[in-house]
């Protein structure tokens, strides 16, 4: 049973992209429910393993739709090669913000974050010939998974798009559970929970930080691109700083230290938010009054309420993987 | 070269009422050890209360009396009542409550003002401009500039020159010790976080004539004045007024080269200050 330990947390995220399409009516919610989650995993790995808090990850989001929107619009580029490529320069601007951003600790890296996330959107705004400044860019197409002229997958359909989305999905988590769960993610939390000792004993921890960034800015660059051929379009608001802060409030309610939090914070989100925003347009009210009860009661977000009823129940609630925290604070 | 000059008043002008948008978050932060990511709402509920003494007939003097004194009122509240019980928790909370705090506040703003933004118009008596020689100046502009180094000034006295600024000073040493002497800092406490948003209140005020108000000026302040303490260097009062001097300066002279970066060239000087002085210009090592 050793193995089901580690895959426990994939399956329940497979389980979720199976239960979506029968919750949710419609094929671009349900899309853009895991792509957000691909986004707050991302975020997780940050804050929840290397404790950085990024106010920065709409910058890796929007830099992955140009790059995603432009490869399929100017290089013809095919299915992959074009989400590969949002996930490589993704990676590319974690490094640069990272390698900037590292050299701090505390609160100056987390003001940081987001100036850097400012300076970005004047970027994509001042370069309009590559962005399409406050237009975005229009007619992003959306190719089939093909390989040698075969097509695999369609993806024109919502349905057909989100079960590709669905095995990214899957796939990503997969990966991420296994670095969590490698050396480098236990050391990550030993930087995490006490940065001075983890230097101490000979880790090098800029590199260890800058790693995560890394691995961050490609999930989050991959669900960019995903977004941007989801919608269509790579518009301006996907680098906004409202981004950022979307993907850290899921990641926050969600819950930190354990990647399945995320997945329960972003359908939480996009769903909850979906919902509401028909109702009552300044919904984002609630929301910030919920982030004030999180900051307040809930610190281990929703992934704790969720163990707290199993627990009621009966039922042995799976441990968080990265509960080393509790006695520091 | 006239036109540079020009654009270094003006540059000036607008970098006062950075400083003044700075330095509230940086007395906060050197006292109560975290940053405020509702600084920013702040400032736009400065902006707010201008613009809605102006709707209700008021003229302008009272709303740049008022709207600082109410934005530091509410914040004293939300201080003593909520975010007092924050402090104990491990600090991404703190930051956390801010932001939540700061979408509160700007969700506020918009259903109560709508999402469109507004112009003000400055009181008749500001109106116009002074020539001097070859320099043309709007009256305002040096209005604002008078009003904000007259609070740089008090600020400065305040910090410098009175007891509380001395348990200021002395908190942000060690706000144990302080509390040892029989001090009672929690009063301390909420009594700074009210004079920093009730700046950034007067911020607002003062640049709604000058840029208008809208709903989301509040991020773009916050990420303008994380600039400038990031440059200065957090919890330094004069970091703060170099800081915000020299953002003002960047952006202004920038407009006229080169008027689409003119933002953008204010982070990219963030970034060059972070690679030669990480703890910025007058910044303590940390």
């Known amino acids: 049973m050793k193995h089901f330990v580690h895959f426990r947390f994939t399956l329940l995220a497979a389980l979720v992209c199976l239960l979506l399409p029968l919750l949710v009516g419609s094929g671009s919610l349900a899309t853009e429910v895991l792509i957000f989650a691909l986004a707050a995993l991302g975020c997780n790995l940050l804050l929840g393993y290397t404790g950085l808090m ?54 100056y890296f987390v003001m940081l974050t987001l100036a850097f996330a400012q300076m970005f959107y004047f970027v994509a705004y001042t370069m309009k010939d590559l962005t399409g ?11 089939n998974l093909s390989l040698f002229g075969h097509t695999l997958l369609a993806t024109t359909s919502p349905w057909q798009y989100y079960s590709f989305v669905a095995i990214v999905f899957v796939l990503v988590f997969w990966l991420l559970q296994r670095v969590v769960d490698s050396v480098l993610g236990r050391t990550l939390l030993a930087v995490r929970d006490n940065e001075t000792r983890a230097a101490a004993i000979g ?61 329960l914070g972003a359908s939480f989100y996009v769903l909850i938010g979906n919902w509401l925003s028909t109702l009552w347009p300044r919904w984002l009210m609630l929301l910030g009054f919920l982030l004030i009860g999180v900051s307040l009661y809930l610190h281990k977000g929703l992934f704790g309420v969720a163990q707290a009823v199993l627990r009621k129940f009966g039922l042995r609630p799976p441990a968080d993987t990265a509960s080393v925290k509790e006695q520091h604070s | 070269m006239n036109i540079y000059l020009l654009q270094v008043a003006n540059g000036i002008g607008i970098g006062m009422l950075y400083f003044l ?28 209360f201008c613009f809605q003494c102006g709707e209700m007939g008021l003229n302008f003097w009272w709303s740049l009396l008022l709207a600082p004194l109410l934005v530091g009122l509410f914040a004293w509240l939300v201080e003593r009542f909520v975010l007092r019980h924050v402090y104990a928790l491990p600090h991404h909370f703190h930051i956390l409550f801010t932001v939540g705090l700061a979408l509160v506040l700007q969700e506020a703003v918009i259903s109560f003002w709508g999402p469109l933004g507004n112009n003000i118009s400055p009181p008749d008596l500001l109106q116009g401009v002074v020539m001097a020689g070859g320099f043309v100046y709007p009256i305002y502009r040096l209005f604002v500039i008078a009003v904000t180094a007259v609070m740089a000034l008090l600020l400065w006295w305040v910090l410098e020159g009175t007891r509380l600024g001395a348990i200021v000073r002395a908190g942000s040493e060690s706000t144990e010790m302080v509390s040892l002497l029989g001090l009672n800092i929690n009063r301390i406490f909420s009594l700074v976080f009210a004079l920093g948003a009730a700046t950034a209140g007067l911020a607002g005020a003062l640049a709604a004539p000058i840029r208008g108000v809208d709903p989301f000026m509040g991020v773009e302040a916050l990420g303008i004045a994380f600039v400038v303490v990031v440059i200065g260097g957090l919890g330094s ?3 703060a007024l170099i800081g915000g001097i020299l953002v003002g300066i960047v952006q202004s002279v920038m407009s006229t080269v080169w008027s689409e970066g003119a933002h953008l060239m204010i982070y990219i000087a963030m970034a060059a200050v972070m690679l030669l002085r990480p703890n910025g210009l007058l910044g303590r090592a940390s």
């Open chain 2, 237 to 239: 009062f004069s970091g």
């Open chain 2, 21 to 48: 948008l700075a330095v509230g978050l940086s007395i906060v932060f050197g006292l109560l050890r975290f940053v405020n990511f509702a600084h920013g709402a702040f400032f736009l509920l400065g902006a707010y």
């Open chain 1, 133 to 143: 400044g406050d237009n975005g860019l229009l007619d992003v197409p959306r190719p």
């Open chain 1, 54 to 107: 990024s106010f920065g990850q709409g910058i890796f989001f929007g830099i992955g739709s140009y790059t995603t929107g432009l490869a399929l619009l100017r290089l013809q580029a095919p299915l992959l090669p074009s989400l590969l490529l949002a996930m490589l320069i993704g990676a590319v601007v974690a490094l640069l913000v990272g390698w900037f951003a590292i050299r701090q600790r505390g609160t």
């Open chain 1, 203 to 263: 880790y090098d921890i800029t590199l260890l930080k800058l790693t995560a960034f890394v691995i961050s800015g490609a999930v989050t660059g991959l669900a960019g691109g995903l977004h941007a051929m989801m919608t269509g379009v790579a518009p301006l608001s996907n680098i906004e700083y409202h981004t950022s802060e979307a993907i850290l409030i899921m990641t926050v309610i969600g819950g930190t230290g354990n990647l399945f939090a995320s997945v």
